[in-house]
Nanobody, 122 residues
């Protein structure tokens, strides 16, 4: 069992930056690939980024490539999402998720956090 808790969201102006964190409970965090997803009002949850268990592989949605960076610190049981050059269309609730294999598909993830709100003003 893995419990996840996101933090770091907030209100930021367009062009600004945030660092989202996802803290995981349990000793098995390093076995899991981690993903970030987001959901805007009235829209489906969408993939943002994913990272393998050791950080050796990372995938990004085309919409965030070059602006967002996913990383992890297994010693701290934490995965991060650095979000730069934010746009109003990045406004959403951001969720982290854990799965034993790296994937961009939300349906494959076994564990989810409750999310953190990111609001980007124009």
């Amino acid at each position: 069992q893995v419990q996840l808790a996101e933090s770091g969201g907030g209100l930021v102006q367009a062009g600004g930056s945030l660092r989202l964190s996802c803290a995981a409970s349990g000793r098995t965090f390093s076995k899991y690939a981690m993903g970030w997803f987001r959901q805007a009002p009235g829209k489906e949850r969408e993939f943002v980024a994913a990272i393998s268990w050791n950080g050796g592989r990372a995938y990004y949605a085309d919409s965030v490539k070059g602006r967002f960076t996913i990383s992890r610190d297994n010693a701290k049981n934490t995965v991060y999402l650095q979000v730069n050059s934010l746009k109003p269309e990045d406004t959403a609730v951001y969720y982290c998720a854990a799965d034993l294999a790296i994937t961009t598909e939300a349906r494959h993830y076994d564990y989810w956090g409750r999310g953190t709100q990111v609001t980007v003003s124009s």
